[in-house]
């Protein structure tokens, strides 16, 4: 053979091989869409070939087949939303079709803001809330959760933050003092061995017992130990209406001592008195980053927003716990004392009572065995059908409860979701427990954002408003989400990503779920499709189970 054939024979060869090839087969072609890529890129007509758990090809796949075939046209293709503010840790153990969140596209969720079963204490009282599921708490550690979770199945992959808060009541409990030198020490041994385990980064809630005693000095040595694991530090700002900004400050202030990038848990403007004045939070905000930091937030798109009512009582009214809590309100001298507190003082902790008002706090949950004629309501509602002082009312729900009551908080604005929702580094989280519209997940009043969240960008502010182009909605839900996550591999519609994809109608997608009627799922979901595998189809639940543990970055699989 000569040299000068070799060029010739390799190209017979390799026309004899393409000719031979056989035909291209995937285990699932979603055809005919329009791609929205989750990078803000405008719309593609693409098809989208899913071999195994990863996206194969995206292109024309007229000639290929596969085991199944989606036929979306007419409707979008998106990579899965990812929820960067979930709340479903224990009622995925429950049900883990997570039907609220799956219906509204949500394929992942990242857990932790305050609590993590993930982080549970064997022997603590941490399970109760599993009661009611007919769930047993029987792990022990992070990994012991994760394989809860993978032996019962859910259709939604979970990761988590370590709560601030968790760590703070292990070592030093509810008391209201800075730690100790050694307590300290031992605060961040659980902080790295939680991000060694795989925790996301370091979270707090700062208007919670005991999670709000933390001094600030305090958080930076937790966020140190975060940012060692290239995590990233995120929270419930200690103060979210009259203490806006000094939050903000305080927030930018941990991530720049600790160097890690911040996030800021559902960014907001609460009391009346403060509206209009979103525009500065996001100057704020990006003032910072100009600076050389990265500093974001997440949003859900409603005006009010919803956590137990005990959380309006001052600090030392809620030191020690619940039922310390509810010991000191039997008093009426700590009652008066109290009233006059949050009618008095608006700076040093989240006065969230005078910030929403009697008319504004809607009772969305409360214990089985208490009078539920009292879901749904505003407090100054059941004050007048009580014929009673709105403030003896709300005492009264308080001890009578144990203070375990469920509310909404109307305190917010319209203009100011909407400025806050404009904002280039703003994601979407629910902060909301995955439901169901039946059984015993579908008690008490929850608030809308646990079934309408991601629909309702799309559909109403996205669609109807013209708030932003489609493409930007879905990038804040995905490629967005998962740059501020750290997430590797999700978010975006790649060859050789993993295939989390949602297929949704753009001319019908909206939320149903009401703050009066809020268990209704919303239109438009056509199919979602999770690590591969359809969960969701126009048939309804595919009884599918392929969610998957996600690690962050100190642990990646």
Known sequence: MTPQRIPALVFMAALVSACNTPEQRFDLIIRGGQVIDGSGQAPISADVGI??????????????????VIDAAGLIVAPGFIDVQGQSGTTLLADGNGESHLRQGITTEIIGEGGSPAFWTPGSDDGESLAPFGVTFDWKDFNGYFEKLRQRGTTINVGTFVPATMVRRAIIGMDNRPPTASELSRMEAMVDQAMTDGAFGLSSALIYVPGTFAKTDELVALARVAAKHKGIYISHIRGESFNLFNAIDEAIAIGRDAKLPVVI???????????GRMNEAVAKIDKANASGMTVSATMYPYTAGGTGLAATLPLWVQEGGREKMVE????????????QEIETTLDGWENLLMAATFDGIQVASVPREFDQTVIGKRISQIAV??????????????????????ALYHMMSEDDVKTGLRAGFVTIGTDSSALRSEGVLAQGSPHPRSYGTFPRVLGKYSRDEKLFM?????????????????????GLLRERYIADVVVFNPNTIADTATYERPHQYPTGIEYVVVNGVPVLDQKGLTGARPGRALFGPARQP
Not at 265 to 275: D, E, F, M, Q, R
Not at 328 to 339: G, H, Q, S, W
Not at 385 to 404: C, Q, T
Not at 475 to 488: E, L, N, S, Y
């Open 470 to 490: 489609m493409q930007t909605a879905v990038h804040r839900m995905t490629g967005a989400a998962a740059v501020q996550m750290g997430i590797r591999d999700r």
């Open 328 to 339: 000191r309100l039997k008093d009426p001298a700590t009652r008066a004392k109290a009233r």
């Open 51 to 68: 071999a195994g758990d990863r996206i194969a090809r995206i292109g024309n796949l007229a000639s290929a087949s596969a085991g199944r």
């Open 265 to 275: 848990y559902h960014l907001k403007v609460g009391a009346k008195a403060n509206w």
């Open 385 to 406: 059908e009580r014929k009673a002082d709105p403030w003896d009312v709300y005492f009264a729900l308080l001890v009578d409860s144990g203070g375990r009551i469920g």
